[in-house]
């Protein structure tokens, strides 16, 4: 198959592809997230004191919440600084993807210019809102 | 804004879009359910109290259980399907049988978890 390839110029590098890409890229850097949260249980004793769907849980959103109802005896290591650096780099990747997510279902539906700037302008209060109940919730418990 | 659709919905319905299709229509109801399930959760945290044990209750039944583990291992597994395929543009030859790579591994997985899920749900 032969390919043509254009520059970023010739190609018309704007923020729909800028975001295109950081889609594409958010979706690996879940995936090392998942994964570090993952290994991370796993060195702090998940094999015996939790079961599968609690690693999950955990591994979704590290955040201690997330751990209490399992047989962990001790929250400390799981409450630190790195792990709530771990869980807002995720909200934050996390709410970016999703939200643009969003708008990208709402460009299919909504066609007017004033209704896509409509749909733009709460998406950017959604994103604001979101991290800012979630990074509350993450570094107050 | 030239984009009109003329088409009823009986005649998307039966729109043949087939593997690829099925994949984008299963991704699209993903990220909406997770989109969904994520705000409400940020949410009822952040409220804590009554409304938020509500919510709890509503997450941890294990119906939800089945549809939003769907929603992020579907998602996910697509996904990376999707990212791999767009960030090394000459795998996309192979589009069919990735299609056919990632059912693969996606229904072991999802069948696996559905057994786990409803074990505990009814058998305790």
């Known amino acids: ?141 | 804004m030239g984009l009109k659709r003329n088409v009823s919905l009986s005649t998307g319905l039966r729109y043949k879009g087939q593997g690829p299709m099925l994949t984008f229509v299963l991704h699209r109801i993903g990220g909406l359910g997770m989109g969904i399930f994520v705000t409400v959760h940020i949410l009822a945290s952040f409220v804590g109290g009554e409304i938020g044990g509500l919510a709890n209750d509503i997450y941890t039944h294990w119906l939800f259980q089945i549809f939003i583990f769907f929603c992020a291992l579907f998602h996910g597994i697509n996904g990376l399907r999707i990212t791999i395929l767009d960030l090394w543009p000459h795998l996309i030859a192979h589009q069919r049988q990735a299609i056919w790579i990632e059912w693969a591994v996606f229904i072991p997985t999802y069948a696996l978890a559905v057994i786990v899920i409803l074990q505990t749900a009814l058998g305790g």
């Open chain 1, 1 to 141: 198959m032969k390919q043509k390839s254009l520059t970023f110029k010739e190609r018309g590098f704007n923020f729909e592809m800028f975001m295109w890409i950081i889609t594409r890229l958010t979706a690996l850097g879940m995936y090392v997230l998942l994964l570090t949260a993952v290994i991370g249980a796993l060195i702090m004793g998940a094999r015996t004191q939790m079961n599968i769907a609690d690693v999950i849980r955990w591994s979704f959103m590290p955040n201690p919440s997330h751990v209490q109802s399992t047989n962990v005896p001790d929250l400390a290591p799981w409450s630190t600084i790195f792990w709530r650096l771990v869980a807002s780099t995720f909200i934050f990747v996390a709410v970016s993807h999703g939200v643009h997510g969003l708008v990208v279902i709402a460009d299919d539906y909504i066609v007017s210019p004033r209704g896509r700037s409509t749909v733009r302008f709460f998406s950017i209060v959604m994103v604001i809102a979101m991290l800012v109940m979630g990074l509350y919730v993450l570094w107050t418990q």
